[in-house]
T-cell receptor, first 114, second 112 residues
Framework: DVKVTQSSRYLVKRTGEKVFLECVQD?????MFWYRQDPGLGLRLIYF???????EKGDIPEGYSVSREKKERFSLILESASTNQTSMYLC?????????????FGSGTQLSVL | SQKIEQNSEALNIQEGKTATLTCNYT??????LQWYRQDPGRGPVFLLL?????KEKRKERLKVTFDTTLKQSLFHITASQPADSATYLC???????????FGKGTKLSVKP
């Protein structure tokens, strides 16, 4: 089974802190994604990466950056955490081939910024 | 702009009945549409993919339809069970870079 692992289930950080959210997938997928999920707003794409050292902005990249140094690892960075970044963060990788694309999600990291 | 609407935030049904969830999209034509299930505190899990040239797709008790004229997909769970209680997300392929766009989800509760 594909496994996408997010390093923390719960995180509490202070305003202004630099925050790293880590994600690792074990299926050699090329494309990886970071979403945030908020009540009433659904899943929104922050950044994605289609190859090592490559990154693309999603719909809400402001206040975030990403790093993809190895194929299996995709990190989300909050340069200076703010309270409006309190959210559930979900990492995903995508299986492609034969036109069948499906996302595999991690269990999520619930981040609280105080 | 591209817009996805899942008509109901919540749907309550009795065990054994068929649950029908609706997903409407506007301002574009997705090549395919996916449905995901999400349990509280967990990431979404892929259920089904249906392409624009497919009218209907089935998997066990699940059935998905895709009407490109109405710009709508219906997701059915037959003989529903309490274990089917979850939030269901529809996700048409689209977006400015061809990524999936997720609806806000419908929370299904199946009462015994």
């Amino acid at each position: 089974d594909v496994k996408v692992t997010q390093s923390s289930r719960y995180l509490v950080k202070r305003t202004g802190e630099k925050v790293f959210l880590e994600c690792v997938q074990d299926m050699d997928h090329e494309n990886m994604f970071w979403y945030r999920q908020d009540p009433g707003l659904g899943l929104r794409l922050i950044y994605f990466s289609y190859d090592v050292k490559m990154k693309e902005k999603g719909d809400i990249p402001e206040g975030y950056s990403v790093s993809r140094e190895k194929k299996e690892r995709f990190s989300l960075i909050l340069e200076s955490a703010s309270t409006n970044q309190t959210s559930m963060y979900l990492c995903a990788s995508i299986e492609t081939g034969a036109g069948n694309e499906k996302l595999f999600f991690g269990s999520g990291t619930q981040l609280s910024v105080l | 702009s591209q817009k996805i609407e899942q008509n109901s935030e919540a749907l309550n049904i009795q065990e054994g009945k068929t649950a029908t969830l609706t997903c409407n999209y506007t301002n574009y034509s997705p090549a395919y549409l996916q449905w995901y299930r999400q349990d509280p505190g967990r990431g979404p899990v892929f259920l089904l993919l249906i392409r624009e040239n497919e009218k209907e797709k089935r998997k066990e008790r699940l059935k998905v339809t895709f009407d490109t004229t109405l710009k709508q997909s219906l997701f059915h769970i037959t003989a529903s069970q309490p274990a089917d209680s979850a939030t269901y997300l529809c996700a048409p392929k689209g977006g400015s870079q061809g990524n999936l766009i997720f609806g806000k989800g419908t929370k299904l509760s199946v009462k015994p």
